[in-house]
């Protein structure tokens, strides 16, 4: 699912793609197409200007991946060649002029797509000798990272993609869940299938230095890996409920970390505020805990979990100020929660209850837009201005609906041992 300001598009296993023209959000307009192809699509990414999707598929007789340039016409769009074993992973450079496509037999294949319309095959690389579902992109576009689930993760130099040359190979611990640059580009963080995270310095790409972080003792999968902003602090979530927080320090070896105490069950969502100083945490014991990561060293949990929710949290998401947190869940329900006070988050807003879980939540950048995905392919839009003005201006709608302030004698009353003041000033 991505959400812009005007437009939601949404891909699911039925090989459907869904897009909604935005322009008025209380009448969304719907403009869906069919994708070709007789297969599931297992991989999807969005160009960075967000004109052009790549959709991967895997079947028997499929194994395509489709370009689709612009989902105000659909119909403009190229497959390109077959990619054996199916397309398991796809991923676009950041000035979007390069398309890497991670194959089930180990192939990385590169494509020029600045014609979308007449896509060009750059190379074939080898990724592994399995899967290759995760890839990313160094900041600068020169790197690509990928990464097989046969546990090796291999660099190439594209800075040249019809010529890519590959800097180095390197074994992980475990087969490659996911993949992540820091912000800055010179440090990669891989989870694994047993539970490891391990962070290798790629400042010189030939030889990347491998920093295996300490990870959960029952070593299960990692479900969740994020950065903060800063790119100085790395959380995981593991599907064993071990939380991990890591204090990256400027020069590897040295770190820190903590287990986050609190969850009771399988983590499956992490998310850093945008400011970096609040970390909340979802899980399948149906609670969210937030905790305070301003302290490098020394994260400490804010306030009672949050317990609102009756089932799994799938998905948890900042607001762009970061003084709201949108959680949805397996209830059905997603809610609203006002963390201007992270220590005493209130549940200002609770969706009605939908037939299926609520799996996926996704905010318009710089819009009060909000997306939510259930479990049975439906998408709903809510508007959250009025919510937001609520909130922003509580006194004001306040006191325009009871028509005053307190007076002297009810303050009296109500805040006794209080120094009056008009709650209401004209």
Same mark, same amino acid.
């Given at each position: 699912?991505? %959400?812009?300001?005007?437009?939601?598009?949404?891909?699911?296993?039925?090989?459907?793609?869904? /897009?909604?023209?935005?322009?008025?959000?209380?009448?969304?307009?719907?403009?869906?197409?069919?994708?070709?192809?007789? &297969?599931?699509?297992? $991989?999807?990414?969005?160009?960075?200007?967000?004109?052009?999707?790549?959709?991967?598929?895997?079947?028997?007789?499929?194994?395509?991946?489709?370009?689709?340039?612009?989902?105000?016409?659909?119909?403009?769009?190229?497959?390109?060649?077959?990619?054996?074993?199916? &397309?398991?992973?796809?991923?676009?450079?950041?000035?979007?002029?390069?398309?890497?496509?991670?194959?089930?037999?180990?192939? #990385?294949?590169?494509?020029?797509?600045?014609?979308?319309?007449?896509?060009?095959?750059?190379?074939?690389?080898?990724? !592994?000798?399995?899967? *290759?579902?995760?890839? $990313?992109?160094?900041?600068? !576009?020169?790197?690509?990272?990928?990464?097989?689930?046969?546990? /090796?993760?291999?660099?190439?130099?594209?800075?040249?993609?019809?010529?890519?040359?590959?800097?180095?190979?390197?074994?992980?611990?475990?087969?490659?869940?996911?993949?992540?640059?820091?912000?800055?580009?010179?440090?990669?963080?891989?989870?694994?299938?047993?539970?490891?995270?391990?962070?290798?310095?790629?400042?010189?790409? @030939?030889?990347?230095?491998?920093?295996?972080?300490?990870?959960?003792? @029952?070593?299960? @999968?990692?479900?969740?890996?994020?950065?903060?902003?800063?790119?100085?602090?790395?959380?995981?979530?593991?599907?064993? !409920?071990?939380?991990?927080?890591?204090?990256?320090?400027?020069?590897?070896?040295?770190?820190?970390?903590?287990?986050?105490?609190?969850?009771?069950?399988?983590?499956?969502?992490?998310?850093?505020?945008?400011?970096?100083?609040?970390?909340?945490?979802?899980?399948?014991? &149906?609670?969210?805990?937030?905790?305070?990561?301003?302290?490098?060293?020394?994260?400490?949990?804010?306030?009672?979990?949050?317990?609102?929710?009756?089932?799994? *949290?799938?998905?948890?998401?900042?607001?762009?100020?970061?003084?709201?947190?949108?959680?949805?869940?397996?209830?059905? /329900?997603?809610?609203?929660?006002?963390?201007?006070?992270?220590?005493?988050?209130?549940?200002?807003?609770?969706?009605?209850?939908?037939?299926?879980?609520?799996? $996926?939540?996704?905010?318009?950048?710089?819009?009060?837009?909000?997306?939510? $995905?259930?479990?049975?392919?439906?998408?709903?839009?809510?508007?959250?201005?009025?919510?937001?003005? %609520?909130?922003?201006?509580? #006194?004001?709608?306040?006191?325009?609906?009871?028509?005053?302030?307190?007076?002297? /004698?009810?303050?009296?009353?109500?805040?006794?041992?209080?120094?009056?003041?008009?709650?209401?000033?004209?």
């Amino acid at each position: 699912m991505r %959400l812009t300001a005007n437009q939601l598009d949404v891909l699911g296993e039925s090989h459907r793609l869904d /897009t909604w023209d935005l322009g008025n959000p209380s009448q969304p307009r719907h403009t869906g197409q069919q994708l070709g192809g007789a &297969a599931w699509s297992t $991989a999807a990414a969005m160009s960075p200007d967000l004109h052009m999707l790549a959709t991967g598929n895997t079947g028997s007789t499929d194994n395509t991946v489709v370009l689709w340039r612009d989902q105000r016409d659909i119909r403009d769009r190229a497959a390109l060649d077959p990619i054996g074993a199916g &397309a398991w992973a796809v991923t676009f450079s950041p000035d979007g002029h390069t398309l890497a496509v991670g194959g089930g037999d180990g192939s #990385v294949v590169l494509w020029d797509v600045q014609a979308p319309d007449r896509p060009r095959r750059l190379a074939q690389l080898t990724g !592994g000798t399995t899967y *290759v579902d995760a890839m $990313a992109f160094a900041p600068d !576009g020169t790197t690509l990272a990928t990464g097989s689930t046969d546990a /090796t993760i291999t660099l190439w130099d594209t800075r040249d993609p019809e010529h890519p040359r590959e800097i180095s190979r390197v074994t992980a611990p475990a087969g490659v869940r996911t993949l992540a640059f820091q912000p800055g580009g010179h440090r990669l963080a891989d989870g694994d299938g047993d539970g490891g995270v391990t962070v290798w310095d790629v400042t010189d790409p @030939a030889q990347p230095v491998r920093y295996e972080l300490s990870h959960s003792a @029952a070593r299960e @999968a990692v479900g969740a890996l994020a950065f903060s902003p800063d790119g100085r602090q790395l959380a995981s979530g593991g599907v064993d !409920g071990t939380v991990t927080l890591y204090a990256l320090h400027a020069a590897l070896p040295h770190y820190d970390f903590q287990q986050l105490p609190g969850h009771t069950a399988g983590v499956d969502t992490v998310a850093f505020s945008p400011d970096g100083h609040t970390l909340a945490v979802g899980s399948s014991d &149906a609670s969210i805990i937030l905790y305070d990561t301003t302290k490098l060293h020394d994260a400490q949990q804010l306030g009672q979990p949050l317990t609102q929710h009756a089932s799994w *949290v799938r998905s948890v998401v900042f607001s762009p100020d970061g003084h709201m947190l949108i959680s949805g869940s397996n209830d059905g /329900t997603f809610i609203i929660w006002d963390t201007t006070d992270r220590t005493q988050p209130q549940a200002i807003s609770t969706s009605d209850r939908y037939p299926s879980s609520v799996v $996926a939540l996704a905010l318009a950048p710089g819009g009060p837009l909000l997306a939510s $995905a259930d479990q049975d392919g439906t998408v709903r839009l809510t508007d959250l201005s009025a919510l937001d003005d %609520l909130r922003t201006h509580a #006194v004001d709608r306040a006191c325009a609906r009871v028509g005053q302030g307190l007076s002297r /004698t009810d303050w009296s009353r109500y805040l006794p041992g209080q120094a009056y003041r008009d709650t209401c000033p004209s």
